[in-house]
């Protein structure tokens, strides 16, 4: 498979196997991988590649990657797996920031195999880099493992979502739907309790609607005392 000669690819370019150029299209907005984690804006020498198609063999893959960003300057290293985590992305090293930043300009959006690739700054430096500016690769690679360890035993808050039925869960085996509804039915906007027969330690209580479910949880918070001594069940909302 050959390619076209280095520095004749322009972003707005289609590239496709045998079929390297294409009409010019506008780039589209990268899109928001995960609202709390937002893209990495702050300038290195390695590019994050996302939104690459997948069912394009790695070697072809690789070799399309390194004729599109050598042009912006000398690469280190192109990284690209078939693995379940890493499928669909890739990372680009190259040895000046420069040369990083003018590739993350102007190739944002590129068409690649009929996909265009988002491009985000990686959020740590590679081994490449590190071996490349003479660092140590053993302390490199201990420090990146105790902030990967660190990150996993983060715990990090799971954002609820309105919703007009309130889940009940963890209630002790002597409760009975009577006590639910008048707890919940004093409140405005009571629908109905719904018991779940095959797990008699949650239920589910409907009210008219989000604003009114909310409001109830509100008053009442995120644990239900059912009576003194008993243990109290969590209130939240039902995911959609």
Not at 173 to 201: C, L, M, Q, S, Y
Request: hydrophobic share 40%.
């Amino acid at each position: 498979m050959s390619f076209p000669p280095p520095n004749t690819f322009r972003p707005a370019d289609t590239f496709r196997p045998f079929m390297p150029y294409g009409p010019p299209v506008p780039a589209p907005a990268p899109k928001i991988r995960h609202p709390n984690r937002p893209p990495c804006t702050t300038p290195g020498k390695t590019l994050y590649i996302r939104n690459l198609n997948e069912k394009t063999k790695i070697p072809v893959l690789t070799a399309a990657l390194q004729a599109v960003f050598e042009t912006y300057g000398p690469v280190l290293e192109i990284r690209a797996r078939h693995s379940i985590q890493m499928r669909g992305q890739a990372f680009i090293t190259y040895e000046s920031l420069s040369s990083a930043e003018r590739a993350h300009a102007e190739v944002q959006g590129f068409l690649l195999f009929d996909k265009p690739m988002f491009i985000e700054y990686a959020r740590s430096a590679s081994e490449a880099t590190v071996a490349n500016e003479g660092g140590d690769l053993a302390e490199f690679r201990a420090r990146r493992l105790e902030e990967r360890e660190e990150r996993a035993h983060r715990v990090v808050p799971e954002i609820e979502v309105p919703n007009k039925i309130l889940f009940l869960q963890g209630l002790p085996p002597n409760v009975r739907v009577a006590d639910i509804e008048h707890t919940f039915g004093a409140h405005a906007g009571f629908v109905e309790v719904r018991w779940v027969a095959v797990k008699p330690d949650v239920a589910f209580v409907e009210f008219v609607s989000d604003a009114h479910a909310g409001a109830a949880k509100s008053a009442l918070g995120s644990l239900w005392l059912a009576d003194e001594g008993m243990v109290p069940a969590t209130v939240s909302f039902a995911r959609h």
